[in-house]
Structures are given as C-alpha cells and as structure tokens.
C-alpha cells in the first residue's frame, strides 16, 4: 500500500492530503445518513454489501435487501482514478481461494459487531459506545495480524495479467450500479430480484443519484491516498508510521463534528426506555460486549491478512486487482452465509462462527508463514 509519487500526485501524498481526505469521505458518510442512509451507517462497507447480497437473493432476511449503489461506485470511482493517473494494472495470481475464505471470515466477524470498520467509527461517531468494544477488538485482530506478518506470513505476489482480468470487477460493478439506478424487477416482486426491504436499515435510502455521486468520489479519493483504516493502525504497530491513521482519525472527527451538526449524535450504550419498559438499542447495534469484541477480533486479524480493509478491498479491485476483487467476492458470500445460517449479531450460531473463524484464521496465519532456506 504505498503513497502516491509523482509531480501530479504530490497533494495526495502528503500528510494534509490525506487529513482532507479523511475529513471529505467522515462528512460525506455523516451527510448520507442525513439523506436517508441507515442511522450510524452513512456508508458501510460490510453492511452495504450484506445488503446488495440480499437485494441479489444470495440471503432472504427482509430488512436487509437493497441494492445499494455506494459499493459499485466506490470500485468505479477507483477505476476512474488509476484510469486518469495511469495507476491500472491488472494483477492476480496470490492464493486466491485463501483471499476468498479470509474475506467470507472477515464480513461473518463485522456482521458479528455489525459494521467494518467504517462504520466502527460512524458508530462512535453517532454516540454508540457500543463501538468501543468493536474497536478494541478491531486493533488486537490488527496486532495479531502484524505479529503473523513479522513471523513471515505471506500470500505470495501477484502477477500482471491481460487487461480483461483487471477490467472484470469493475464491469460487474457498472452491471450492479446500472441495476441500482434503473431498478428493473425480474418477476414477482415476492419471489424474484431485485428484492427491496420495506421496513429495518434496507428501507433507509438517500437518493440514489447523490448517493452514486458521494461513492464516486470517495472511490476516486480514496484510491489517490490508499486511505485504509486497516492498515492505517497496521502501519502504526509494524512502522510506527501515523500517515493513514492520521486520515483515519480525521474520517472520526470530520463524522462526528457533522453529526452533532445534523443532531444526530445520541450517547449511550442504549438509547433508553420505551414507555412499556423495552430497552431502545442504538441502531443496528447489539450490547453484547464479547461478540462485539470478538467478532471485530476475527475481522480485524481477516483483513490484516490479506492487506487491508473491506474499503481498500473494493478501491484495489477498481485498480485491476484481482485478488483484490476475489476477496470482495468472499465478502458477498460470507454476507450470505452469516444470514442464512443464523451468524448474525447475537443469532444463535455467532458465537460458535466467531471461535471457528478465528480458529481457521489463525490456522492459515500460522500455515502461511514463508520458511527462510537454511544456510549452506
């Protein structure tokens, strides 16, 4: 994940650069929960895609089937970007059917907590202390991952490929994105795609043309600054480099500065009581401290292997990156799986998932370190 070189990438690359990033991508998730996005999930990663999965049919859980197009955007508007700054090049080859269960481990643990890590921090941003845990959790997966990386693991390198294997992503993207703006049904509406939620975060929506424009730009922004929160607290532990954390903590302040703007800052745990005694979960949330912190520990450890966030994912696939993309096909899978088989939140088979999955995770860290020849 290097900066940026070059005359023309120079603002990109410094330090500023990529605080104005930050600051853009944490106002616009802020302002597309003012459009109409799900409460705390102005943009989010893993449950955007959770949600395109169920639009898709991939899962049937009702309230959280739309075909939301951030996604494609994001992956078009990194496409846009390595196109203008000669930056596309298609590459593939590295241990792709490990990407792929990494990435089907990495959304099962976020839909665990219930957020990647953008969201982790649009939580918090919003007031969910519950995020607390989720982050905490996030950064010891994180550290695990960086002590593999020291001890040698390795997916191997990537090669350059023909063009149209760098093109696939972003022509499925462009598909997915053509589905979201013109919104064809193929059947009855109750039992063929696109399937849409009438109630729960699939119903909230802002516009699907601003939300088009927000995606691109954060695609395109994004891709200029490697922006990562992944590998912004990665490069802290190995480097004790604070260059992609310091975007990172402008994407929090940026979210919650607006969200206090907005009124949509809510502190607590819980937001309260109702009028029948009910507890009123913040939204999208659950208090079960050590799912939360375990189902982030899982994501955090996925993503550190296999080189970065859920975000990042999408942007290098818009790069032409191919394992890139086979793990952001993981990610769509796991979003089914997690919802057909009852891995969701404090669902009956999450705790199980999460001990599994760290169980696997930590088996390919350990199996995947690169043994040194011995010296003659």
Known sequence: ????????????????????????IGGLAATLQKLGNPANMGVCVACFTRDIAGALGLHRAAIVQYLRPEIPAFCLGSFLAAL??????????????????????AMIGALVFLG??????????????????GLAGLTVGIAAGVQLLKAGFSLGRSYPTRPVAGLAMPFLMLVLLLLAILNPQFGEEETAALFRSTKGPGAAAAPVVLSTLFGLVIGFLAQRTRFCTVGGIRDMILMRDFHLLSGVVAFLVAAF???????QFHPGFVLGTSEAGEVIKQPASHTNAWLNLGGMILAGLSFTLAGGCPGRQV??????????????????????????????????????????????????????????????
Not at 257 to 263: D, R
Not at 333 to 355: E, K
Request: net charge positive; charged share 15%.
């Open 1 to 24: 994940m290097g900066r940026p070189k070059g005359s023309c990438n120079a603002l990109f690359a410094t330090l500023a650069g990529v605080i104005v990033v930050g600051v853009v």
């Open 84 to 105: 203008m700054f000669r930056e596309f090049r298609p590459r593939t080859g590295s241990s792709p059917v490990v990407r792929f269960i990494l990435g089907m481990f």
């Open 116 to 133: 990647c890590p953008w969201r982790a921090m649009l939580r918090l941003a919003g007031g969910d202390w519950n995020a607390l845990l």
């Open 257 to 263: 500065v607006l969200n206090l703007a907005y009124g």
């Open 315 to 376: 942007f290098l696939s818009g790069e032409g990156d191919g394992d890139a993309a086979v793990f952001v096909l993981g990610m769509l899978t796991g979003a089914a799986v997690a919802h057909n088989f009852l891995m969701v939140a404090t669902q009956p088979t999450a705790p199980y998932i999460v001990v599994i999955g760290l169980i696997v995770v930590c088996i390919i860290g350990l199996a995947g370190r690169e043994r040194l020849s011995p010296a003659r």
